[in-house]
C-alpha cells in the first residue's frame, strides 16, 4: 500500500519476511543476502557498526572474518561499509565485497537512488496516521541532535515519510521511509513531534529498555544492484522480543525460531571475536 511519500510497504508486516538465508555467526543471526558483490547482514541492537575508541566489537570486523572463514581466504578480506546503523538500533547493513560494488553503492546513498523503510515503536499516536515531517537538524557536541525548523541557520535539510501501522497499550507502530540520512533523524524528528521511540531516553522517552536498546529496526532496503543493475529488495526479520505485540497465530514454532535475537549481548557468549 502506498503512504506518505508514496512508498510501498506490505499492511501485514510480519507477513513480509525475509528468504531462507544462511546463518552469520550464530545460528539464529541471518545472512539477509550474499553475492560476490554485496554482503547484508543483521545487526543486534547494542553492537557497533564500525569500530570506535571503546574498542568493542564490531559488525565490520565480524563481516570479514566471516567471509575469511567462509571462503578461505588468505590474507586481508575487503568489506566496504557504504551506510551505518546508530548502536542501540537493530536491522538490515549492507555491505560491498568488492570495490567496484562499493562506489556505486556510495553513489547510490549519495544520490538517494535507493529506498530505506524502517519500523519503529513510538510512545502516543501521531497527530495524523501518515505525514511527512521536514525539519532542520543542528548536531549537539554531546552528539545528538537538535530539531529546528526547516531553513534554521547552521541547519541540515531532513526528511522523512510516516505512516502508522498500528495502535496498541498508549504505543503506535510506524514504518518511516527516510528521504535524508542524517544523523539521529529518525530519532529525533519523531520526538520532535511528541512520539519519541520507545527506550529513547536521550530522545525524551519515558524509560529506557533493557541494555539500552532503543525501538528503531532497519526493516527493508530497495535499491538497483550496483553490478547486474536489476532491482533488489532485501528485508530484515523483525527480532524476537522487540516490544510489539505481533499477533499472528499462523506462526509456527520454526517460524519463531528464524526470527533473529534482539540484542548484542544475547549473542556475544556464542559468537567467535575477531
Not at 544520490?111 to 532542520?136: F, M, Q, R, W
Not at 552528539?143 to 501501522?165: F, K
Not at 519519541?196 to 525524551?204: C, K, L, Q
Request: net charge positive; hydrophobic share 40%.
Amino acid at each position: 500500500m502506498d503512504g506518505a511519500g508514496g512508498f510501498s510497504i506490505p499492511f501485514d508486516v510480519m507477513g513480509k519476511l525475509a528468504p531462507e538465508t544462511v546463518s552469520f555467526v550464530h545460528d539464529r543471526w541471518p545472512v539477509l543476502y550474499l553475492d560476490n558483490h554485496l554482503l547484508a547482514v543483521y545487526k543486534p541492537a547494542g553492537l557497533l557498526v564500525q569500530g570506535d575508541p571503546t574498542g568493542d566489537p564490531c559488525l565490520l570486523d565480524l563481516a570479514k572474518m566471516w567471509i575469511k572463514e567462509r571462503y578461505q581466504k588468505p590474507g586481508n578480506v575487503f568489506v566496504g561499509l557504504v551506510h551505518r546503523l546508530d548502536r542501540p538500533v537493530s536491522g538490515l547493513v549492507l555491505f560491498a565485497r568488492t570495490s567496484k560494488a562499493a562506489a556505486r553503492l556510495s553513489a547510490l546513498f549519495r544520490e538517494k537512488h535507493l529506498e530505506k523503510i524502517y519500523l519503529a515503536v513510538v510512545e502516543g499516536c501521531p497527530e495524523k496516521e501518515s505525514d511527512t515531517l521536514i525539519h532542520g537538524l543542528i548536531r549537539r557536541e554531546t552528539g545528538g541532535v537538535v530539531v529546528q525548523h526547516e531553513g534554521a541557520p547552521g541547519t541540515q535539510r531532513a526528511v522523512l515519510h510516516y505512516r502508522t501501522l498500528g495502535v496498541s497499550g498508549g504505543r503506535s507502530l510506524l514504518a518511516v521511509r527516510l528521504e535524508t540520512g542524517r544523523k539521529h533523524q529518525i530519532r529525533a524528528q519523531l520526538a520532535h513531534v511528541g512520539c519519541p521511540i520507545v527506550g529513547d531516553v536521550r530522545y525524551g522517552a519515558s524509560a529506557a529498555l533493557e541494555h539500552r536498546a532503543v525501538a528503531l529496526h532497519a526493516w527493508l532496503m530497495r535499491l538497483q544492484h550496483p553490478t547486474r543493475k536489476d532491482p533488489l529488495e532485501i528485508i530484515c526479520p523483525i527480532p524476537v522480543s522487540w516490544p510489539w505485540p505481533f499477533q499472528n497465530p499462523d506462526e509456527t514454532p520454526l517460524h519463531h525460531a528464524s526470527r533473529p535475537l534482539w540484542h548484542w549481548r544475547d549473542y556475544r557468549h556464542h559468537v567467535p571475536l575477531p
